[in-house]
Nanobody, 116 residues
Protein backbone atom coordinates (compact mmCIF):
# COMPACT_ATOMS: atom_id res chain seq x y z
CA UNK A 1 0.00 0.00 0.00
CA UNK A 2 1.04 3.57 -0.72
CA UNK A 3 -0.12 6.59 1.25
CA UNK A 4 0.16 10.21 0.17
CA UNK A 5 -0.29 13.00 2.71
CA UNK A 6 -0.44 16.61 1.57
CA UNK A 7 0.16 19.54 3.90
CA UNK A 8 1.10 23.19 3.96
CA UNK A 9 -2.03 24.83 2.64
CA UNK A 10 -3.77 27.75 4.24
CA UNK A 11 -5.17 31.21 3.80
CA UNK A 12 -2.96 33.72 2.02
CA UNK A 13 -3.39 37.18 0.51
CA UNK A 14 -2.97 37.80 -3.21
CA UNK A 15 0.72 38.07 -4.01
CA UNK A 16 1.66 35.87 -1.10
CA UNK A 17 3.47 32.54 -0.98
CA UNK A 18 2.97 29.04 0.36
CA UNK A 19 5.00 25.85 0.26
CA UNK A 20 3.10 22.60 0.01
CA UNK A 21 4.51 19.21 0.96
CA UNK A 22 3.50 15.72 -0.13
CA UNK A 23 4.89 12.89 1.97
CA UNK A 24 4.76 9.38 0.55
CA UNK A 25 4.96 6.19 2.56
CA UNK A 26 4.33 2.49 2.21
CA UNK A 27 5.42 0.21 -0.61
CA UNK A 28 6.69 2.91 -2.94
CA UNK A 29 10.09 3.05 -4.58
CA UNK A 30 9.82 6.79 -4.52
CA UNK A 31 13.07 7.73 -6.24
CA UNK A 32 12.14 6.13 -9.57
CA UNK A 33 8.66 7.62 -9.85
CA UNK A 34 7.63 10.78 -11.58
CA UNK A 35 5.33 12.82 -9.37
CA UNK A 36 2.99 15.72 -9.86
CA UNK A 37 0.79 18.25 -8.14
CA UNK A 38 -2.87 18.53 -9.03
CA UNK A 39 -5.52 20.97 -7.94
CA UNK A 40 -9.29 21.01 -7.95
CA UNK A 41 -11.36 24.14 -7.58
CA UNK A 42 -15.09 24.02 -6.75
CA UNK A 43 -17.11 22.93 -9.75
CA UNK A 44 -14.03 22.23 -11.83
CA UNK A 45 -12.15 19.13 -12.90
CA UNK A 46 -8.94 18.16 -11.18
CA UNK A 47 -6.04 19.55 -13.21
CA UNK A 48 -2.36 18.71 -13.31
CA UNK A 49 -0.31 21.82 -12.56
CA UNK A 50 3.27 20.58 -12.19
CA UNK A 51 5.35 17.43 -12.69
CA UNK A 52 8.82 16.31 -11.80
CA UNK A 53 10.57 13.24 -13.19
CA UNK A 54 12.86 10.88 -11.34
CA UNK A 55 15.76 12.81 -12.85
CA UNK A 56 14.45 16.18 -11.72
CA UNK A 57 13.02 17.49 -14.98
CA UNK A 58 10.06 19.76 -14.30
CA UNK A 59 7.04 20.90 -16.29
CA UNK A 60 4.22 23.28 -15.49
CA UNK A 61 0.86 24.22 -16.84
CA UNK A 62 0.88 27.69 -18.38
CA UNK A 63 -1.21 29.31 -15.67
CA UNK A 64 1.41 28.64 -12.97
CA UNK A 65 4.62 28.80 -15.00
CA UNK A 66 7.06 31.27 -13.51
CA UNK A 67 5.22 31.35 -10.19
CA UNK A 68 5.30 27.75 -8.94
CA UNK A 69 8.28 25.46 -8.45
CA UNK A 70 8.06 21.70 -7.93
CA UNK A 71 10.92 19.86 -6.26
CA UNK A 72 11.59 16.56 -4.55
CA UNK A 73 13.64 15.18 -1.69
CA UNK A 74 13.96 11.46 -2.25
CA UNK A 75 15.47 10.70 1.15
CA UNK A 76 12.26 11.99 2.73
CA UNK A 77 9.98 10.58 0.01
CA UNK A 78 8.57 14.07 -0.27
CA UNK A 79 7.51 16.34 -3.13
CA UNK A 80 7.20 20.08 -2.62
CA UNK A 81 5.36 22.84 -4.41
CA UNK A 82 6.61 26.36 -3.80
CA UNK A 83 3.86 28.77 -4.79
CA UNK A 84 4.67 32.46 -5.20
CA UNK A 85 2.67 35.44 -6.43
CA UNK A 86 -0.54 33.65 -5.55
CA UNK A 87 -3.76 34.80 -7.17
CA UNK A 88 -7.30 34.06 -6.10
CA UNK A 89 -7.63 31.84 -9.19
CA UNK A 90 -5.16 29.52 -7.45
CA UNK A 91 -7.72 28.76 -4.76
CA UNK A 92 -8.27 25.00 -4.79
CA UNK A 93 -7.60 21.77 -2.98
CA UNK A 94 -4.12 20.61 -3.93
CA UNK A 95 -3.19 16.94 -4.28
CA UNK A 96 -0.10 15.00 -5.26
CA UNK A 97 0.06 11.80 -7.27
CA UNK A 98 1.80 10.16 -10.19
CA UNK A 99 1.14 11.79 -13.52
CA UNK A 100 -0.17 9.54 -16.23
CA UNK A 101 -2.55 6.61 -16.09
CA UNK A 102 -1.30 4.74 -13.04
CA UNK A 103 -2.27 6.43 -9.79
CA UNK A 104 -1.73 5.81 -6.11
CA UNK A 105 -4.70 6.22 -3.79
CA UNK A 106 -5.46 9.92 -3.51
CA UNK A 107 -4.64 11.65 -0.28
CA UNK A 108 -6.87 14.10 1.52
CA UNK A 109 -5.42 17.12 -0.25
CA UNK A 110 -4.59 20.46 1.30
CA UNK A 111 -6.73 23.56 0.92
CA UNK A 112 -5.20 26.72 -0.51
CA UNK A 113 -7.35 29.82 -0.23
CA UNK A 114 -6.20 33.12 -1.73
CA UNK A 115 -8.30 35.98 -0.45
CA UNK A 116 -7.97 39.69 0.20
Amino acid sequence: QVQLVESGGGLVQPGGSLRLSCAASGSIIFSIRAMGWYRQAPGKQRELVATITSGGTTNYTDSVKGRFTISRENAKKTVYLQMNSLQFEDTAVYYCNRPGTIKYPWGQGTQVTVSS
